[in-house]
């Protein structure tokens, strides 16, 4: 079992940035990847960002790539999503999510297991 919760959301303007973290409860969490996700009003949720078990493999979103980094601390159990150069296309609920344990991480939100209960990101214009 995983328990997520985000934090880091907020109100910035276009070409801002901002930092998300969420923070992951349990001793095995280096045993998982995990992915970003983001949904905005009316549209499906989409993915952002995903990250191996060790780091050092991260995956990215066609419309991020470049302005956005996913990293994470495995002594703190949390992963982290850095937000340059935002847009406000960008606007929408993030959530971070973690598939089963052991398993590779995906762009397919079907896939992923635990679910945190997500932060708002607004980019005004």
């Known amino acids: 079992q995983v328990h997520l919760v985000e934090s880091g959301g907020g109100l910035v303007q276009a070409g801002g940035s901002l930092r998300l973290s969420c923070a992951a409860s349990?001793?095995?969490?280096?045993?998982?990847?995990m992915g970003w996700f983001r949904q905005a009003p009316g549209k499906e949720r989409e993915f952002v960002a995903a990250i191996t078990r060790s780091g050092i493999i991260r995956y990215y979103s066609d419309s991020v790539k470049g302005r956005f980094t996913i990293s994470r601390d495995n002594a703190k159990t949390t992963v982290f999503l850095q937000m340059n150069s935002l847009k406000p296309e960008d606007t929408a609920l993030y959530y971070c999510a973690a598939p089963a344990l052991n398993m590779a991480p995906t762009r397919n939100a079907y896939e992923y297991v635990y679910w945190g209960q997500g932060t708002q990101v607004t980019v005004s214009s």
């Open positions: 349990g001793r095995t969490f280096s045993s998982y990847a």
